[in-house]
DNA sequence: GCTCTACTGTTTATGGCATACGCGGTATTG
DNA sequence: CAATACCGCGTATGCCATAAACAGTAGAGC
C-alpha cells in the first residue's frame, strides 16, 4: 500500500525542512561510494562501516540518509541500472528494438555484477526500474500484443539478462580465484566432470566431454545472443504466427 | 582442477578411516537440519548455530563435517534439487520432455524457495545437478541439434525456471508481509505506480494501468507456462525451422 | 537580538554471526 | 596396552547491523 521512505526520496517527493546542521552527505554520494565498495571488494564487503570509512565518516551516519541497509541496496539496485537509453531507436522494428533494450540493459548490469546478488524483494518501484519499463513497452508498440502479454515478454527477457550476467560474473568470479588462465579452469572442470561421471550412468554427458564442449565455450556474447535469438523467436512466433528469418 | 572437499563427500568418494570416536551426526542430518530452519525462518537464518542447535549439538560441531558454511550451502542447493525424475518418460517427444523437465525442476525449486538466494558460485559440479544436465540432454535428444546448443539451450531453460521461482517467491514474501491479500497488494502496487508515475512521461505504463494488467495477473501457473512456451518456440524454429502448432 | 526546536554526526552498547584454536575424551590400530 | 586419529565442545576474535543517548548547529518565531 504504502511505498517506503527510500522510495519517495529517489522519486524526488519528499521536501527536507532545513532546520538543522548543514548535511554533509548526500543519497548520492553514499550511493556512489557503495559503488566504489562493491565493484573494488564485492558485495560481501559492502557493509555500513566500510562505506562509512569510504567517506570518512562515522558508520551511524548512513541512517540519518537511509533506514536500513536494505533499503541502500535497493537504492544500489537502481544506480546500477541507471536511466535506460532512449528507445526504441528512429529506424527499429519491434524485434531489433527488444533486442536493443535487452543489450543495453546487459551493458549496464555488467558495470557492477556483484550487485546482481542482492535479494530482490518486490516489484521494482524505484524510478530507473520504472523507465526501464517503459522503455521496453516502448520497444513492443508494434507488437500489437495485449498489455499483459507485453509485460510477460519484458519480465522474462530481464529475467534472461540477469541470469545471464549474473552466471557470467559467477564464473569469472570462480576462475579468477582458482589463479589459472579461463581456457585452463574451463578444461579443469570437463576434466572433473569426467573423473566423477562414468560413462554407463552418464552418457549424454560423456557424449558433451567428446565433443569437448567445455574447451571452446563460444564465449559469454555468444551465448547471450543465443538466448536472446531463441526468446525473440518466441516471441515472432506469437506477433507473427511465422518462423523468423 | 581439483574439486572442493565437500563434492568429493558428495560424490560418495572419500572414505572415512573409522578411527575415532563414533560420529553422532551426518551429512544428510546436518543438511536436513539446515532445509528445515531456511523453511521454517529463511535464509537469513541458515546459520551454523540455528542449525547446530536445531540437531541438539553444538556450532563448531558442524565443522568436524563441512569446511565451511558456503560448502554447506552448495550442499544445500544440490539437496533442494534432489535426483531428477526419470526422463524423458516413454511416449515423449523432445518439447514434452523439455517442458517435463522444467516443470519437475520448478516443483523441486518451489518447495525451497528461500534456496534461490544461495548464491551460484561456480558451474555445478554436485551429483543432483550433473544428473539434471543428464536427463535434460536425454530430452533433447531427438532434436538433432549440436551438443553446445544443446548445453545452451539447457542453460536457458534452467535459468529461466531458477528466476521464474524466484521471483515468485520474493512476491509472496512481499505479500505476506504487507498482512493483507495478495490482491490488495497487487492493486497496492498499481495504485503506488499511479502516484508515482504521470501519464506525460510514462504513457505505455499508464496503458498498462488502465488495461488493469496488475489486478488480475493470471497467476504464477500462467506466467510460467507462458514462458516456457516462448523458450520452447524458441527452439523449436531451431530444431525444425517451422513454428510450432 | 534570543530561545526553541529539529536536525546533524558521533560514541557506545547489544546481540548475532563465521570460524580459528586448543581441550579432554574415545575408539581403532599396531 | 599404547599410540594415534578423530570426536564434540568451550572459548575467543573480529566482523556485522543497528538501537540509544549525546553534544553541537542552524533556522523559525518572537
Redesign the interface.
Known amino acids: 500500500?504504502e511505498?517506503p521512505e527510500s522510495?519517495e526520496i529517489a522519486?524526488g517527493l519528499r521536501e527536507r525542512p532545513g532546520k538543522g546542521p548543514k548535511r554533509t552527505l548526500s543519497l548520492e554520494h553514499i550511493v556512489e561510494a557503495a559503488l566504489r565498495v562493491g565493484s573494488a571488494e564485492g558485495l560481501p564487503a559492502v557493509s555500513m562501516s566500510k562505506i562509512a570509512a569510504e567517506l570518512g565518516v562515522s558508520t551511524m551516519a548512513l541512517y540519518r540518509y537511509v533506514t536500513s541497509k536494505g533499503d541502500l541496496l535497493m537504492l544500489i539496485t537502481d544506480a546500477v541500472l541507471g536511466p535506460p537509453p532512449p528507445l526504441p531507436e528512429p529506424g527499429d522494428d519491434w524485434r531489433r528494438g527488444a533486442h536493443r533494450w535487452a543489450a543495453a540493459m546487459r551493458a549496464s548490469l555488467q558495470r557492477h555484477p556483484w550487485s546482481l546478488?542482492i535479494?530482490?524483494?518486490?516489484?521494482g518501484?524505484m524510478?530507473n526500474h520504472?523507465?526501464w519499463?517503459?522503455a521496453g513497452?516502448?520497444c513492443l508498440?508494434g507488437t500489437g500484443l495485449?498489455?499483459?502479454?507485453?509485460?510477460?515478454?519484458l519480465?522474462?527477457v530481464n529475467?534472461?539478462v540477469?541470469?545471464?550476467v549474473?552466471?557470467l560474473a559467477?564464473?569469472q568470479?570462480?576462475f579468477d580465484a582458482?589463479q589459472?588462465t579461463d581456457e585452463?579452469?574451463l578444461s579443469?572442470?570437463a576434466?572433473?566432470?569426467a573423473?566423477?561421471?562414468d560413462a554407463e550412468?552418464?552418457?549424454?554427458?560423456h557424449?558433451?566431454l567428446e565433443?569437448r564442449?567445455f574447451d571452446?565455450?563460444?564465449g559469454p556474447d555468444d551465448?547471450f545472443a543465443?538466448?536472446m535469438?531463441?526468446?525473440?523467436?518466441?516471441?515472432a512466433?506469437?506477433v507473427t504466427?511465422?518462423?523468423?528469418a
Do not use: C, N, Q
Not at 535479494?119 to 516489484?123: D, K, L, R, S
Not at 495485449?146 to 515478454?153: F, V
Open positions: 500500500m511505498v522510495v522519486w546478488r535479494p530482490i524483494t518486490g516489484p518501484i524510478p520504472v523507465a519499463l517503459e513497452l516502448r508498440r495485449d498489455p499483459d502479454t507485453k509485460l510477460a515478454a519480465l522474462l529475467g534472461f540477469r541470469t545471464e549474473a552466471l559467477d564464473l568470479d570462480a582458482s589459472v585452463e579452469a579443469g572442470y576434466r572433473s566432470l573423473r566423477l561421471t550412468r552418464f552418457p549424454e554427458i557424449e558433451l565433443a564442449v571452446m565455450s563460444g551465448e543465443f538466448g535469438d531463441r526468446i525473440l523467436d518466441g516471441i512466433v506469437l504466427g511465422e518462423p523468423p
